[in-house]
């Protein structure tokens, strides 16, 4: 299977009432356990480089690590830029064989938000390759309050934007470590009223897994982003392989052991947000 753009996994999900999982990887370890977990669900799945990924490893290494398990894996993989802050970001994103763009904006005011987005949107689709904008503003546990999306702004948004699918902001929280922050359906409604393109729910670790498997088949919601949750699955793996031998010293040997425990706990997330069994 060929990597995948945004618009080839987030189509079929539209059509077909369910969701595709957005998961944020840190490193090869965590991306490998993802693919894995997608090929045992036979479901596609969005591999991430969000800001403090690409702090860690540059993105022309990224884009060959998501390409190469992209391109020998059995399900369509997205190789997926993760709140890309500049042109500049996206374009070298772009080079290095990403195939979709998530710009963020949503700090910025609307009418440059539209703009700046729109402009990544065009270099995007110029290549063959996918754009995700942002309207509103999502913020972050114990830090940045989020802005709620408005309706009218988000379809305004969508339309002079031209983008393949759009994050808002109805009570999603990034870095949330339970799943206690339900959304504001009522506002999801109405921008779904308004617009007709693909919605995204960033912070998806803190929404309540009945409530995503519910909005994955019965909403334009087609992509929920998963961090936080399977780097706690990650650490509490580590953590405990260290333990087990204090001795030991080769991380490839430690490494090893959060392979299936990160692979289960992903599997879960991208079962949950699949098509009804």
């Not at 490998?32 to 690409?54: D, F, H, K, M, W």
């Not at 830029?81 to 374009?91: N, S």
Request: proline share 5%; net charge negative.
């Amino acid at each position: 299977m060929s990597i995948a753009t945004l618009a080839d996994v987030l189509r079929p999900a539209l059509t077909s009432n369910y969701a595709v999982a957005g998961l944020v990887t840190l490193g090869w370890e965590d991306m490998r356990a993802y693919v894995t977990a997608a090929e045992a669900e036979n479901l596609p799945v969005i591999l991430q480089a969000g800001p403090s990924c690409r702090a860690h490893t540059p993105l022309p290494v990224l884009g060959k690590m998501f390409r190469h398990l992209g391109e020998n894996a059995s399900v369509p993989v997205v190789a997926h830029l993760d709140h890309g802050y500049t042109f500049d970001e996206c374009k070298e994103a772009l080079e290095s064989g990403f195939t979709s763009l998530m710009f963020d904006g949503s700090r910025k005011p609307l009418d440059q938000n539209i703009e700046e987005t729109a402009r990544i949107a065009d270099m995007a689709h110029a290549a063959g390759i996918s754009c995700e904008g942002e309207i509103g503003f999502v913020g972050y546990s114990g830090g940045e309050q989020s802005a709620g999306t408005d309706p009218e702004e988000a379809a305004r948004f969508a339309r002079e934007t031209g983008v393949d699918a759009m994050a808002i902001s109805v009570g999603n929280v990034h870095l949330q470590q339970d799943h206690e922050g339900g959304l504001d359906e009522p506002r999801i409604r109405a921008i779904e009223a308004a617009c007709d393109v693909p919605l995204v729910i960033h912070g998806g670790s803190g929404v309540p897994v009945a409530e995503r498997t519910a909005l994955a088949r019965g909403s334009r919601i087609c992509k929920f982003n998963i961090g936080t949750e399977l780097r706690m699955a990650f650490g509490a793996a580590l953590r405990e392989a260290v333990n087990r031998n204090p001795d030991r010293f080769d991380r490839v040997t430690i490494l090893k052991e959060t392979h299936d425990p990160v692979m289960a706990a992903a599997r879960q997330v991208i079962r949950a947000l699949g098509p009804a069994q």
